[in-house]
């Protein structure tokens, strides 16, 4: 399979400028982590050491209705679009995350960002917030969703692109299903079940 081919000249005089490059290189890096604003560091000084794959599940409630709404339209839709797909509409939000689907069970967090009717042809959101933690080690911790959902399909997926505290470096993915939707009102809650790297 692999041929040996005996150097000749030519190769000799690639491989010493090949070289001779990398050495010009390296004092430059060298240069440049002195002088500038970038430095490379080892991931173990900042404790990056075992990444690791966490389960959450929990419950997201969007309360449209009553009083305290925690969703509120800031923008509406396209006249065009209002009793369709409601496109151009912008919501946001600062839903509740529950243990249990109901609203009385242990508050986990809030869901806090805003979504959007991102598509003209079916009610498909895009969706963008922070998942800020208030139980145990997570409280204060935040993981971020971006990511598309068609809520009329019956498992979304969208992306985990980041986070803080815990989740510094955080990348994964959340599956969503709705476990209610009352029609009457608008209010709906969703079964989120995120799947996390994370160190
Ligand atoms: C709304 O629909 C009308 C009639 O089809 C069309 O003329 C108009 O351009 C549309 N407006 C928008 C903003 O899509
Ligand atoms: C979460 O952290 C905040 C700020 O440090 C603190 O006030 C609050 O009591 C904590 N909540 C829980 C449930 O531990």
């Not at 309360?63 to 409601?86: A, E, F, H, L, Q």
Request: hydrophobic share 40%; glycine share 8%; aromatic share 12%.
């Amino acid at each position: 399979m692999a041929q040996r081919v005996s150097p000749t000249p030519s190769s000799c005089f690639l491989t010493l400028l090949f070289l001779s490059s990398c050495i010009l290189s390296a004092i430059a890096l060298s240069k440049e982590n002195q002088n500038s604003f970038a430095s490379i560091l080892n991931p173990n000084k900042l404790g990056l050491k075992n990444e690791k794959l966490t389960h959450f599940r929990f419950y997201w409630h969007d309360i449209v209705s009553g009083r305290k709404p925690s969703s509120v339209i800031v923008v509406p839709s396209v006249s065009n679009y209002t009793s369709t797909t409601s496109f151009g509409m912008v919501a946001m939000i600062d839903d509740p995350l529950t243990e249990g689907p109901e609203l009385s069970s242990k508050l986990i967090g809030k869901a806090q960002g805003f979504y959007g009717s991102a598509s003209q042809q079916e009610v498909g959101l895009i969706m963008a917030m922070n998942f800020a933690f208030i139980e145990g080690k997570y409280n204060g911790s935040t993981i971020t969703v971006l990511g598309r959902n068609t809520v009329f399909s019956k498992v979304r997926e969208m992306p985990v692109i980041g986070g803080s505290g815990l989740f510094r470096f955080a990348r994964g993915y959340v599956q969503v299903r709705t476990h209610q939707f009352t029609p009457k009102t608008g209010d709906a809650i969703v079964e989120y079940n995120a799947y996390v790297l994370h160190y």
